[in-house]
T-cell receptor
């Protein structure tokens, strides 16, 4: 079945470091791919998305490219800030199914 | 524009008690969802409503019931709470299937 696998956390980085959070997926058909972010004590909010192969989603300095050949959608940011500390979720949506398939989430901790 | 609102924010129940979690959205979305979030398990879909008048089971529906009262409101009921239902519950909505989901702030439920 469809699934999403994320790198386990927590990921701890120093401020201004380069960030990569890996996400790979298995899906039938042509999924849309999403990254959501959850700040402490809040609900999830969409960070970025891509709907077809080779699309690049970007927002707030974060980027992710839809790689069909490697079934991946890795999240990257060139220089992280303390305010980026949060839990990041990768998800996919495919076919006529109304459900999103979620990864387990990756906790990111940025130290000043 | 409030987006997705949930009540209550926090609730403590004793085993066997019942309660209803309320969710409302003001974005004229067709689809609504209930998730639970447990540590290390990401988000799991309990029930969803693709459109007004329809509801369907998600991944973990046992012990829950839902009502799509109208286009705006989607409630989740626990008839006889169990400690295993201790979790954070999120409501979400989307314009239609496969589209971006918008989340409420969550309800923390503790069942003793």
């Amino acid at each position: 079945g469809d699934s999403v696998t994320q790198m386990e956390g927590p990921v701890t980085l120093s401020e201004e470091a380069f960030l990569t959070i890996n996400c790979t997926y298995t899906a039938t058909g042509y999924p849309s791919l999403f990254w959501y972010v959850q700040y402490p004590g809040e609900g999830l909010q969409l960070l970025l998305k891509a709907t077809k192969a080779d699309d690049k989603g970007s927002n707030k300095g974060f980027e992710a490219t839809y790689r069909k050949e490697t079934t991946s959608f890795h999240l990257e940011k060139g220089s992280v800030q303390v305010s980026d500390s949060a839990v990041y979720f990768c998800a996919l949506s495919v076919g006529s199914n109304y459900q999103l398939i979620w990864g387990a989430g990756t906790k990111l901790i940025i130290k000043p | 524009n409030a987006g997705v609102t949930q009540t209550p924010k926090f609730q403590v129940l004793k085993t066997g008690q019942s309660m209803t979690l309320q969710c409302a959205q003001d974005m004229n979305h067709n689809s609504m969802y209930w998730y639970r979030q447990d540590p290390g398990m990401g988000l799991r879909l309990i029930y969803y409503s693709a459109s007004e008048g329809t509801t369907d089971k998600g991944e973990v529906p046992n012990g829950y019931n839902v009502s799509r009262l109208n286009k705006r409101e989607f409630s989740l009921r626990l008839e006889s709470a169990a400690p295993s239902q201790t979790s954070v519950y999120f409501c979400a909505s989307s314009l239609k299937g496969k589209e971006t989901q918008y989340f409420g702030p969550g309800t923390r439920l503790l069942v003793l």
